[in-house]
Each structure stands twice: as C-alpha cells, then as structure tokens.
T-cell receptor, first 110, second 114 residues
Framework: GQNIDQPTEMTATEGAIVQINCTYQ??????LFWYQQHAGEAPTFLSYNVLDGLEEKGRFSSFLSRSKGYSYLLLKELQMKDSASYLCAVLYNQGGKLIFGQGTELSVKP | DTEVTQTPKHLVMGMTNKKSLKCEQH?????MYWYKQKAKKPPELMFV???????INESVPSRFSPECPNSSLLNLHLHALQPEDSALYLC?????????????FGPGTRLTVL
C-alpha cells in the first residue's frame, strides 16, 4: 500500500510555532503537497515539495527528505484562524493520483 | 476566474433516484478529478479525467458514472445509491496530471442518501 502517516491531532498556542510531520512510502514518489481544510470547506493548497529541502511561504514552510520518506509543515506565529485540518498528500507515479494522509486536526488556543 | 464551482451545494436523494453533480472550471485546466470525503476522513480519489478522457477509475461502483462533456465541465451521475454513499463529493482540477501541478478543489456537494 501507500501508507501516509501523520498525527491525528495537535494543540498549540496563539503566536507559537508548530511542526506537523508526515511520513510516506517512497516507492513511486513524485511529489508531496500540503493542504489546509477548515471544517465544511474545500481543501486549499499550501505547499509543494519534490526535491529535498525547505520551501518557505510566509508563515508556512514545508520540508522534504526523499530518502527518509519524511516531510513536515511548519507554521509560525500561529493565529486562531489556523485551527484546521492539515492534509499531507503524495503524488505517486504519474496520472495525477494523489493519496492523502488522514489529516492532522490542529487546535490553536489563546 | 481562479476557482472551481460545484452545484448543487447540498443534495438529498432516495435510493431509487437519479441525480447529477456538476463541476466547472475556467482556468484552462486539462485534468479534472472527483473525490469522496466522509466526515473526519481525508478525500479519496474516485476518477481522473485527462484531456476529457477517463484516465483513472479507482474501482468505483457503477452506480457512480462520470462524464466530461468538455474541458471545462465534469459531471457525476448518480443512480441507485446506498445510504453509505452519503458524503461530501469534491471536484478538483489541475493544469495537467504531471508532477508539480497543484489540484484546486471546489467547495463540494454534500450528498445525503436516504
């Protein structure tokens, strides 16, 4: 199978930094996406990694290690509106087949 | 226009009904997708269309029938559904199916089968 593992839930404080980890099976790997999904809404794209290293986009950064089958999403200066589910999704082989992890439910508290 | 639209937003149907979900994008994307999402679960891929041709069917039951009339439209025809088919149905599109093409999601249709 193509198991993608991420923590089920996390809690953090407003203004803090939180790191959400994701591990995946490396065979057939062709890129990794992070999406944010608020309850009752569509997933929205946050970041994409296909090469090793860190991609930074404002308060959000994403890291990838292809050899380790590992990625993380780093959220800085947390805001209450960041409370949402964060989905790690891996593109396997070609054809657009995106496999999602179970999602990490992040709660940001004052 | 940088969004994917879906209609209807909500749909309630009986097990003997026939209904259709519609999805539209005007971003010039040539790949379109249907996903099913149950509560507290991630989206699960159902179908992929690339250049208006079905390229992936994830062993979806035949009571779900996709159709891509043109490059901007994607339909999902529903017939004889079961209560366990109740879910949020998400449509997505991307420039293509190659690596690096982010998928843009529509707001979804929340389907309830009675």
């Amino acid at each position: 199978g193509q198991n993608i593992d991420q923590p089920t839930e996390m809690t953090a404080t407003e203004g803090a930094i939180v790191q959400i980890n994701c591990t995946y099976q490396t065979s057939g790997f062709n890129g990794l996406f992070w999406y944010q999904q608020h309850a009752g809404e569509a997933p929205t794209f946050l970041s994409y990694n296909v090469l090793d290293g860190l991609e930074e986009k404002g308060r959000f950064s994403s890291f990838l290690s292809r050899s380790k089958g590992y990625s993380y999403l780093l959220l800085k200066e947390l805001q209450m509106k960041d409370s949402a589910s964060y989905l790690c999704a891996v593109l396997y082989n070609q054809g657009g087949k995106l496999i999602f992890g179970q999602g990490t439910e992040l709660s940001v508290k004052p | 226009d940088t969004e994917v639209t879906q209609t209807p937003k909500h749909l309630v149907m009986g097990m003997t009904n026939k209904k259709s979900l519609k999805c539209e994008q005007h971003m010039g994307h040539r790949a379109m997708y249907w996903y099913k999402q149950k509560a507290k679960k991630p989206p699960e891929l159902m179908f992929v269309y690339s250049y208006e041709k079905l390229s992936i069917n994830e062993s979806v039951p035949s009571r779900f029938s996709p159709e891509c009339p043109n490059s901007s439209l994607l339909n999902l025809h529903l017939h004889a559904l079961q209560p366990e088919d109740s879910a949020l149905y998400l449509c997505a599109s991307s420039l293509g199916t190659a690596a690096g093409n982010e998928q843009f999601f529509g707001p979804g249709t929340r389907l309830t089968v009675l």
